[in-house]
């Protein structure tokens, strides 16, 4: 079944503990995101990745990093976390580059820094 | 850079009714893809539809209906005889496809459907 997969999916941590939320995706998708979906605010692009080795930031990258060593995994490090980082993220990945193809987002991951 | 605008916060209708669902964007560039995702409670994104800047045709499927008009950069969403099962949270989204154009896509705030029975 095709599918991205995120995990943790529910994470309650402390300030300043380095935490890593991984996301992987089965359909060879060159392209892969992260979100952050606050209230009234929709969801926030994080980084993006074209390909590996490729990463870009978004419009809120600040606080967080990422890595695209292989194609089917797009981690998001959050070195040290603070409580305005809690929030729900999403991962997304889209077959190409051209996004034509609707993007498939895994489940969500709910953070909640205190 | 692109924005999205979502100006409808929360709506609630009675099943049957038909309701509209507004999208109005922002972008230089010139060809873009726009999309409709439904989050209901259980929290997961589902796509639902994707127009490209080039098709201007409306769309039907099923109950749903899209009325993409470039002339006024809005691209809005409805769903007729609505039923319980439409609640959940609506986002509008754009991703400009321009060459050199950054792939990011960008998302409206949310319009919070809820259908009483």
């Known amino acids: 079944e095709a599918q991205v997969t995120q995990n943790p999916r529910y994470l309650i941590t402390v300030t300043g503990k380095k935490l890593t939320v991984t996301c992987s995706q089965n359909?060879?998708?060159?392209?892969m995101s992260w979100y952050r979906q606050d209230p009234g605010l929709g969801l926030r692009q994080i980084y993006y990745?074209?390909?590996?080795?490729?990463?870009d930031k978004g419009d809120v990258p600040e606080g967080y990093k990422v890595s695209r060593k292989e194609k089917r995994n797009f981690p998001l490090i959050l070195e040290s976390p603070s409580p305005n980082q809690t929030s729900l993220y999403f991962c997304?990945?889209?077959?190409?580059?051209?996004?034509?193809?609707?993007?498939?987002f895994g489940d969500g991951t709910r953070l909640s820094i205190l | 850079a692109q924005k999205v605008t979502q100006a409808q916060t929360e709506i609630s209708v009675v099943e049957k009714e038909d309701v509209t669902l507004d999208c109005v964007y922002e972008?230089?560039?010139?060809?873009?893809?726009l999309f409709w995702y439904k989050q209901p409670p259980s929290g997961e994104l589902v796509f639902l539809i994707r127009?490209?800047?080039?098709?201007?045709q409306n769309e039907i499927s099923g109950r749903y209906s899209w009325n993409f008009q470039k002339s006024t950069s809005s691209f809005n969403f409805t769903i007729t005889a609505s039923q319980v099962v439409d609640s959940a949270v609506y986002f509008c989204?754009?991703?400009?496809?321009?060459?050199?154009?950054?792939?990011?896509?960008?998302f409206g705030s949310g319009t919070q459907l809820t259908v009483l029975p």
């Open positions: 989204a754009l991703i400009p496809i321009s060459s050199g154009s950054a792939r990011q896509l960008t």
């Open positions: 127009r490209n800047s080039f098709d201007e």
């Open positions: 972008t230089r560039d010139t060809t873009y893809y």
């Open positions: 990745s074209m390909n590996v080795e490729v990463t």
């Open positions: 359909m060879n998708h060159e392209y």
């Open positions: 997304a990945s889209s077959l190409t580059r051209d996004s034509n193809q609707p993007q498939h």
